[in-house]
């Protein structure tokens, strides 16, 4: 096993964002692997009263590295704009640290994380991310993921009622910045519409992708993007920050927020892993 990238490079980046936007980068556990040890980490920043919850991960799959680069980026453009934004973020940078260095989907052992959530026995990774969303309530998610064998954008979406889908817009601005759509009638086994997925009916509860185990734990409102690998870095990560400013329009506009108790926020209550929000 021969790393190609240097984890430890990439949390440096993210602490030096962090500083720059005045969070708070966090370590929430650490694993012992032949590779090394390592520590994950979630970054924590609030704007204002922080009305709206959002969870932002990327790095699941380590040879997606559009992904924490985009995110990276992302998080300078919430520091740019914190003073329009009445938002709490939970942000996890790299949920693989050996995947990422390896430039493999899977982690050191070979096991794809994003099937990991909610299982018996589950990967170390996987267990540090649950313990560190334990107890903690979302409005809106987006977990940022590359699709290894396309040449152009989708989008896996779902939402509860009563909560306005945004897929549709993240698609047309990719257009008209000129980036290329998924456009299959069926994407990852799933049928699909104009680059998108819309899933249809209940969502089983194990071996579950990290957006559906928060969807299961309350979230009403999911984005997962997928940038196409078969594009350069530079394309790949344009597209996401396309799909980001999307989001974040939405967010200046308090588009995610909801009428909730007083005193819920990102930081650990007691109701455990089942709440509802």
Same mark, same amino acid.
């Given at each position: 096993?021969?790393?190609?990238?240097?984890?430890?490079?990439?949390?440096?980046?993210?602490?030096?964002?962090?500083?720059?936007?005045?969070?708070?980068?966090?370590?929430?556990?650490?694993?012992?692997?032949?590779?090394?040890?390592?520590?994950?980490?979630?970054?924590?920043?609030?704007?204002?009263?922080?009305?709206?919850?959002?969870?932002?991960?990327?790095?699941?799959?380590?040879?997606?590295?559009?992904?924490?680069?985009?995110?990276?980026?992302?998080?300078?453009?919430?520091?740019?704009?914190?003073?329009?934004?009445?938002?709490?973020?939970?942000?996890?940078?790299?949920?693989?640290?050996?995947?990422?260095?390896?430039?493999?989907?899977?982690?050191?052992?070979?096991?794809?994380?994003?099937?990991?959530?909610?299982?018996?026995?589950?990967?170390?990774?996987?267990?540090?991310?649950?313990?560190?969303?334990?107890?903690?309530? /979302?409005?809106?998610?987006?977990?940022?993921?590359?699709?290894?064998?396309?040449?152009?954008?989708?989008?896996?979406?779902?939402?509860?009622?009563?909560?306005?889908?945004?897929?549709?817009?993240?698609?047309?601005?990719?257009?008209?910045?000129?980036?290329?759509?998924?456009?299959?009638?069926?994407?990852?086994?799933?049928?699909?519409?104009?680059?998108?997925?819309?899933?249809?009916?209940?969502?089983?509860? /194990?071996?579950?992708?990290?957006?559906?185990?928060?969807?299961?734990?309350?979230?009403?409102?999911?984005?997962?993007?997928?940038?196409?690998?078969?594009?350069?870095?530079?394309?790949?990560?344009?597209?996401?920050?396309?799909?980001?400013?999307?989001?974040?329009?939405?967010?200046?506009?308090?588009?995610?927020?909801?009428?909730?108790?007083?005193?819920?926020?990102?930081?650990?209550?007691?109701?455990?892993?089942?709440?509802?929000?």
């Amino acid at each position: 096993m021969e790393k190609q990238r240097s984890y430890l490079e990439l949390i440096e980046r993210y602490r030096r964002v962090a500083l720059d936007i005045g969070a708070n980068l966090n370590p929430i556990g650490e694993l012992a692997t032949p590779l090394g040890d390592y520590t994950l980490y979630s970054l924590h920043v609030k704007c204002g009263d922080g009305l709206q919850r959002i969870c932002l991960s990327t790095g699941m799959h380590g040879d997606e590295p559009a992904g924490p680069e985009s995110l990276l980026r992302g998080l300078l453009e919430v520091g740019r704009r914190a003073d329009r934004l009445n938002a709490e973020f939970l942000v996890f940078p790299c949920d693989n640290p050996s995947g990422y260095e390896l430039n493999t989907r899977e982690n050191w052992q070979g096991l794809d994380l994003n099937r990991e959530f909610s299982k018996d026995g589950q990967a170390a990774e996987i267990a540090i991310v649950e313990s560190a969303c334990r107890g903690r309530h /979302f409005d809106f998610t987006i977990d940022i993921h590359e699709y290894i064998d396309t040449e152009g954008m989708y989008l896996y979406e779902r939402t509860r009622k009563g909560h306005h889908p945004i897929g549709e817009e993240m698609i047309q601005a990719l257009r008209d910045n000129g980036h290329a759509i998924h456009e299959a009638d069926w994407i990852e086994g799933r049928p699909a519409s104009d680059g998108i997925i819309w899933p249809a009916g209940r969502l089983r509860k /194990f071996e579950l992708p990290k957006a559906v185990y928060l969807w299961h734990n309350g979230s009403p409102h999911l984005i997962t993007t997928e940038s196409p690998g078969k594009r350069d870095m530079d394309t790949r990560v344009s597209m996401q920050l396309v799909c980001f400013e999307v989001f974040l329009k939405h967010l200046e506009a308090g588009d995610f927020a909801r009428a909730l108790p007083s005193g819920l926020s990102l930081e650990p209550d007691q109701t455990g892993p089942g709440s509802s929000l």
